[in-house]
């Protein structure tokens, strides 16, 4: 009987024990505790294992413990086809073709908040299906020139606007369970000799420009990772810089994420080790090219660190900050249990990228053409529309039907491939050739196509195949003579160009060459204008270029690069089912030298002896942008041959309907420091359809201690107004939009003094004002 009783007490005991979860995985704990159990027992070969790749796109997890690896992929336009486990071959999965997303310049083209969110929330799902747990993007670098290769996977030139665009997108993605790793942090503005580039920049124009949007995402959506750029501020890496990382990302916004390496951008384990990087991805170091077996021991941040630690040169301190923090990102993705269900290519992803493509393409210019009524745009091409140019068309067209001619390689070129890690397989893409075919068969248009020029004809793309065919034999003569005999008989003539995904374009890994239209497109476009004027020029790009013939255009359609429905979207706002609403999220300027880095020669930058080291002196500072052209027109003297104006102004863009303005009232005259101000403007559509404005709020500071420039964006609100109706449009800002950063406090100051709200449709045209004091 004792001896009973002596078992049920030793069961009575045991069982809670075997039954007790470990800390770690107990979701009633707070996170920090459970990273503290984990931490306690995980072997050193485990720590050092989570903090470096293990293939191309994965980290280990914790196997023993029950953490499973770490999946990241490009981003940020969609998800990115798997490769081979160590190559960068695609794998050539069958479950992996995805919906792209329109480019990020198109996003931010919208200013539209909400389709931020929509965007993050879709591809968060495509996202999970693919079982990704870090999504390379989104990319905030601030469009600093016009050749920057990767502008178009960026969100502008202003870091308001971008940081406005970039909170809602990665608060859409991480609630679903995937984490954003916002890229590329920071000063990676421009492409040509990234590794080298060693940016010189005051503090001023660092936190004005080029910080503001990435401390946007890590402080207010709490972005879980961020992703280390590969060029060199102040002669270090920026994967390993004490400054970017310990000091600003860490210490002073508080970021409890984890620091990603861009694929190779690590390259010192005493600095990776000391300066805040917490895992290291795509390092070549020794024989890795050549595949070489545990390659990824050799990261700097693997054997070597380990025998550092064993040497007693480290101490496991760094170390275990590292590992906490990817124990951190993993409970908030791999490790989090109640995530939403991921789904791949639904129609609600396709719808998604159709509604952000559309309000997103950016009316440019729409003035009249021979045969319409005075004052009416050539664009949309309504049956009405139509109608008319074929009645008024030189060839007698009464005795037929409309006939439209399509020009240009980009109306049959797929964009969705190319550009570099962006470079996505689809389920589908619809071109602008086939977009616009449709809607030419619901009016009975006839449409006709020429090529024009040839440009990039790569059939296939790491293994994605284009989906028509760009082979082509003729010469540019009788491309051009084709074009130009077609338009001649035709009553209206859509061209569509632009730059492609090919290098030296919009790609990754270079700058343009130049900012002219490449190949033989101004050739053609001048050709097809001597018989035919009614031509609609679309551009398909992420960057601005030069224009020469733009005085003779009458209509002239910025579509970006938006992904699997482009030609759906390009031809419904062509054909006005879309009343277009985008405004341009950077200054189209009319010719390079408008651009303060080229004005001042301040790009690519000097190289150093031994070519090793290139500096990149941003010598124009906080001048970026329209910055730099308010400042061209105030200093502009007579004689002074840079024309002030730009081809299209920071914010611009039209509408098929008119708005008017009323005059700004504000909410007081007067606030103190802990105030907010807030403006009111009328703003009434004037025109008949239904359509959507953004409100664009400058603010100027009077007079100021230091140098400012002239007027900065701070607030912006898109309405939706019916033909006829006026809406109140509010915009609130506090001191911290009249602020600087004082370099020598190391601090944001605004100073008391007067200041002005400018108020209109674009940076280029202010149409009320409100003058006001801060205490
Ligand atoms: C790019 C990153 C990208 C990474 C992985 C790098 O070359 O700079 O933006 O996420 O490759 O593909």
Known sequence: MKKLITICLALMTAVPTLAQTPVYLDESKPIEQRIDDAISRMTLDEKIAVIHAQSKFSSPGVKRLGFPDLWTDDGPHGVRPDVLWDEWVQAGQTNDSCVAFPALTCLAATWNPAMARLYGESLGEEALYRNKSVMLGPGVNIYRTPLGGRNFEYMGEDPWLASRMVVPYVKGLQSKGVAACVKHYALNNDEEYRHQVNVIISDRALHEIYLPAFKAAVQEAEAWSIMGAYNLYKDQHNCHNNIMLNKILKQDWGFDGVVISDWGGCHDTDEAVKNGLDLEFGTWTDGLMMGKTNAYDSYYLADAYKQGILSGKYSTKELDEKVRRLLRLYYRTTMKRNKPFGFLCSDSHYEAALKIAQEGIVLLKNETSPGLP??????????????????????????????????????????????????????????????????????????????????????????????????????????????????????????????????????????????????????????????????????????????????????????????????????????????????????????????????????????????????????????????????????????????????????????????????????????TADEQITFTVPVTNTGSRAGAETVQLYIRDVESSVERPFKELKAFNKVFLQPGETQQVSLTIDKSALSFYDDKAAAWTAEPGDFEALIGPSSGQIVTRYSFHLQ
């Open 374 to 671: 005075k004052g009416e745009g050539l664009l949309p091409l309504t049956e009405e529309k139509l109608e008319l140019l074929r009645k008024s068309s030189p060839l007698g067209g009464d005795k037929r039907g409309v006939r439209i001619l399509v020009v240009g390689e980009n109306a049959i070129k797929m964009m969705t491939v190319g550009g570099g890690s962006s470079s996505l397989k689809v389920q589908r893409e619809i071109l602008p050739l086939d977009g616009i075919n449709v809607q030419c068969s619901m009016f009975n248009v006839q449409c006709d196509y020429a090529r024009g020029y040839v440009g990039d004809t790569i059939q296939s793309y790491n293994g994605v195949t284009v989906g028509r065919s760009l082979y082509e034999t003729r010469s540019q003569a009788e491309l051009t003579a084709e074009a130009v005999e077609k338009a001649r008989e035709a009553d209206v003539v859509i061209f569509i160009g632009g730059l492609n995904k090919s290098n030296h374009q919009d790609c990754e890994g270079h700058d343009r060459l130049s900012y002219d239209l490449p190949y033989a497109q101004n050739e053609v476009i001048e050709a097809i204008l001597k018989v035919n004027p009614r031509l609609v020029y679309v551009n398909i790009s992420g960057n601005g270029a030069a224009l020469p013939w733009i005085d003779k255009v009458p209509a002239v359609v910025q579509a970006w690069f938006i992904g699997s429905e482009a030609g759906e979207a390009i031809a419904s706002v062509l054909f006005g089912d879309v009343n277009p609403s985008g405004k341009l999220p950077f200054t189209w300027y009319a010719s390079l030298d408008q651009c303060g880095a080229h004005a001042l020669n301040a790009y690519p930058g000097t190289w150093r002896e031994g070519h090793k080291i290139i500096d990149e002196e941003y010598k124009e500072g906080l001048f970026v942008g329209y910055r730099w052209i308010d400042r061209l027109k105030m200093k502009k003297s007579k004689g002074d041959k840079v024309k002030s104006e730009p081809l299209f102004a920071f914010g611009h863009g039209l509408s098929y309907t008119t708005f008017q303005y009323g005059k700004v009232t504000a909410d007081k005259s007067s606030l």
